[in-house]
């Protein structure tokens, strides 16, 4: 999607206005009877389907959703607030559904087909083509009322489950707006109180939505106008991005306890990506959906962190969110931060993966930058082959690995995606593979920041000198990376060090690619983990150290310096900066992410010995305890 903001004059919208009261006052429809009875099954919320066809007959319904919406409270001749808010959204939605669908007339050969068929009927070919193009028109009305409601009808209960699908009809817009609107007054018939009404709505809209993309493929070869429009109606707070992302809710204030990365202290590392990572970000093109970093390489779409409790993840996602936050309130753009946690795993069947691809769908909006977060990742989701697990895990698993590098992943540069966890090991491998970057979140590890780390906590309400000590010195991020990354120019586990020790004893000091082949078929041999998307990882993690480059803060104070720029003028500024990767940056790379390998499986390997022995020594135990009984004549087995 590269095209620009597609704008609708208000003028446009109002013009519908007359139509979309006349919707929600009374309209007749025509529906399909042997969807379902009329009567519900006692003490369910399901009806009974008859099994006996009727073929194609339909039957009408007037529709008065302005009466259902003030039957909620029918002592009371004035609507509640949410009453008329559910109205006015209605209202307001058709009005922008028509116009939308006028948009996408305009755009293709709809437009002159009308006004040929106004003066004669079409014959042929072209009255097969105005029909598609009609049909299709009416799919983009239902799917943009559908995502008006959605987005803004603000509901927090649980989403009930006995909300159906409406009766789609797309014979003409107008007919594909009717049917949604019977549809929507058959989910709030009866909702007991004002918080019902809007949940069933939303609901309704989800449900909407959901049946709508299953429908899509019917259009393949006339919804092209569309697939690549951005609609924006500043007015509403409302976006329609095509059908490439499902509309999310809109978004509210960020409030969170923002770091910033002085107040980090060790994680060099970790903390040198994430000031990166927030830069990157902000280099997002609006108008070309686009990120130079992705283009040019070096772009940190997911990415794992793990370490002991206490080391800082908590406080690295602070970090990240908090500059993002300020660079995002000097640009003008909207900022996005969810996390997703064990609190939106459901006990309904299904519901988990909704929550989790709502997740997905807020962060990935393309109008927006966004940061989101799966902390306790190896809580929230499960191995496949955990039997303990419960069902909802497994969706919440199955949904991230689609999301994070599935066949319709599509990588902006708009977002990016944190797993955080004090046990990586006990992550699905398929899914921490899918992390583009290993971040090794160990703390305050010198003296030098133990010092740092309690002066900081401390506070100043002392008078309790400093000491021989050059305050928050270690904690300068160039330096400490430095260091850092010449660490690993030979491993840190055990098991990666035999390998690497045997390749240099074979091979020698690598100086080829063929000799960097070697060494990744080596410890391929050693960890059978370590496979094609390790590789890639690796190469990502690479190219992303060719981007080595710090991007100056002084382009980040004002907008119209870099953020406000131009696309090509962002890469070629970009562009300026980097330079060639050399072995070194090879080497290190490879042992920093192939150390994680080792270390999750040695961790994995540690648990599952530890529990062996655990097991046998309460067998033992046992045992002796059964003897015992057996003595005092008490073991009755």
Known sequence: MDTGLTTIPEAAIEKHRATAQSFITRVVVLEDPSRESGTALAGTNRRFVSTVSVGSVRRTREVELSRTVQAVHPDDQLLTIPQHTLLYRARRGIQIALAVSDTFAEGTDLESLQAKNARAPLQGDEAAAFKKLLTASGYIA????????????????????????????????????????????????????????????????????????????RFDGTLGAFENTHIRIDADDFTLDGFD?????????????????????????AKYQSVKLAKMLMAYDFDRQMNPFVELGGFLFTFIGDGAPGTGKTTLIQMIAGLLDGYCKVAGYPFVYENFG?????????????????????????????????????????????????????????????????????VRGNCSFGMFSNYPENVDDALRQRAGAR??????????????????????????????????????????????????????????????????????????????????????????????????NVTDAIKMRAMDIELPDD???????????????????????????????????????????????????????????????????????????????????
């Open 342 to 410: 064990v609190d939106q795993i459901s006990s309904y069947q299904g519901k988990s993966g909704q929550n989790c691809r709502q997740f997905i769908d807020d962060v990935l909006n393309p109008r927006a930058i966004g940061f989101g977060t799966i902390d306790d990742i190896d809580q929230v989701a499960a191995k496949r082959s955990d039997d303990r697990a419960s069902a909802g895990q497994q969706e919440i698993t199955g949904v991230l690995m689609d999301a994070f590098a599935g066949a319709s992943t599509v």
């Open 555 to 637: 382009w980040f104070e004002k907008p119209e310096t870099f953020m406000h720029k131009s696309y090509d003028d962002k890469k070629a500024m970009i562009e300026e900066l980097r330079g060639p990767f050399d072995m070194a940056m090879v080497m290190q790379e490879i042992n920093r992410y192939a150390d994680s390998e080792f270390r999750y499986s040695d961790r994995s390997d540690d648990a599952a010995v530890e529990k062996m022995l655990r097991d046998a020594r309460l067998r033992e135990r046992a045992a002796r305890e059964m003897e015992e009984l057996k003595k005092k004549g008490l073991w009755n087995a």
């Open 245 to 269: 992302v499902a509309p999310g809710k809109k978004s509210k204030p960020l409030v969170m306890t923002f770091k910033k990365p002085e107040e980090v202290v060790g994680n060099h590392i």
């Open 142 to 217: 239902a799917f943009a009322l559908a995502a008006y409601l959605f987005q803004l009808i603000d509901a927090d209960g649980e989403a009930p489950n006995d909300v159906a699908e409406p009766d789609f009809l797309f014979d003409t817009p107008q007919d594909a707006v009717k049917a949604l609107i019977a549809g929507l007054d058959s989910a709030i018939a009866g909702a007991k109180d004002d918080a019902d009404l809007l949940t069933r709505a939303r609901a309704f809209a989800r449900t909407a939505i959901d049946g709508l993309l299953q429908r899509k493929a």
């Open 439 to 536: 971040w090794l979140v160990d703390g305050p590890q010198t003296l030098d920041d133990y010092i740092d780390i309690f002066v900081l906590l401390a506070g100043k309400n002392h008078e309790i000198p400093l000491g021989d000590h050059k305050l928050y010195a270690a904690q300068e991020i160039q330096r400490a990376v430095a260091e850092e990354y010449g660490s690993y120019a030979k491993p840190h586990e055990d098991g990666l060090r035999k390998v690497y020790d045997r390749f240099v004893k074979e091979v020698g000091q690598p100086k080829t690619m063929a000799d960097i082949g070697n060494y990744l078929h080596l410890i391929k041999e050693a960890e059978p983990r370590f496979t094609g998307r390790a590789i890639k």
